[in-house]
């Protein structure tokens, strides 16, 4: 009986310190420290993203925040699949990993599973972002317009290139419909 018990025990604390060490920003990345969350509220337009199977076959895809009463933020991401010719959405929430002026949060669309969602750049006016996941598989360029001046994209496939981001496969999305 002892020994069911220890086992379960280290079972335990196995589990818990994997939950308690899951990475939620990929190694060399840094999130924005001056984040301020009222102003990211609102529409973005998806301009780029690294492909993966929930996105895959959208375009005009933008994602959208809200406050809500609890303090967490609201999530609404849509996009048109242009293979099946009809809208997709999905709504989650996202919170704080730290304090509400890193950002850093992590986000979940199913229950109790939380991603890490990163603001890696913002321009002080918070019209264009560059976003990542919790590791070198999930990055996105956001714009509150449909597309952004060839600067910003220069600059923010830089600092995705210098964290270690393969942007030669970032697809570039079109917006055609509203």
């Not at 895959?56 to 048109?80: C, F, M, P, Q, W």
């Not at 999930?138 to 393969?166: C, M, Q, V």
Request: hydrophobic share 40%; aromatic share 14%.
């Amino acid at each position: 009986m002892k020994h069911h018990k220890w086992i379960l025990n280290l079972f335990i604390i196995v589990i818990m310190f994997g939950l308690c060490s899951c990475r939620t920003i990929p190694k060399n990345a840094v999130a924005v420290q001056s984040f301020d969350k009222t102003k990211y509220l609102g529409k973005w337009y998806e301009i780029a993203r690294l492909d993966f199977k929930y996105e895959r076959g959208l375009n005009n895809t933008t994602a959208e925040y809200s406050l809500n009463e609890d303090g967490s933020i609201g999530v609404l991401n849509k996009g048109y699949d242009y293979t099946k010719k009809e809208w997709r959405e999905a709504i989650g929430k996202a919170k704080f990993v730290k304090e509400e002026h890193i950002g850093m949060l992590k986000v979940s669309f199913f229950g109790p599973f939380y991603s890490g969602y990163n603001v890696l750049a913002i321009d002080e006016d918070y019209q264009y972002v560059l976003v990542s996941g919790k590791n070198l598989d999930y990055l996105w360029i956001l714009s509150r317009k449909t597309s952004i001046p060839d600067s910003i994209k220069h600059d923010y496939l830089k600092i995705a290139e210098d964290i270690g981001f393969n942007t030669s496969e970032l697809i570039w999305v079109t917006h055609d419909r509203e």
